[in-house]
């Protein structure tokens, strides 16, 4: 499966985003998804995951209550509605589909490019 995501840019804290990740070429809805970001210097972290479904979601703690992870299985697409930005969440987030159910991590089966989000204070 490919993967492209978009939407990210400058927003300045307490602002909202709304990142979208197209997919192509598998089977969309058998896959789980996630984001994941990675800030300068530091490691990726996980952000939130959904199932293929959709019924399922989890969210690390530091954007549980923020930012809202959702899917299109008839589009084929991705979304993650990040509400209440702070200059902490300031990175570039990827979008990932894994061959499982639900997945928690920063280890997936398929990577799509980054999309950069600025978050000014």
């Known amino acids: 499966v490919q993967l ?11 602002g909202s985003l709304r990142l979208s990740c197209a997919a192509s070429g598998g089977s969309f809805g058998s896959y789980a998804m996630g984001w994941i970001r990675q800030a300068p210097g530091k490691e990726r972290e996980f952000v939130a995951t959904i199932s293929g479904s959709g019924g399922t979601t989890y969210y690390s703690d530091s954007v549980k209550g923020r930012f809202t992870i959702s899917r299109d299985n008839a589009k084929n697409m991705l979304y993650l509605q990040m509400n209440s930005l702070k200059p902490e ?21 398929y990577w799509g490019q980054g999309t950069l989000v600025t978050v000014s204070s």
């Open 4 to 14: 492209q995501a978009s939407g990210g840019g400058l927003v300045q804290a307490g």
């Open 89 to 109: 969440d300031t990175a570039v987030y990827y979008c990932a589909a894994d061959n499982s159910l639900v997945h928690i991590g920063t280890v997936y089966d």
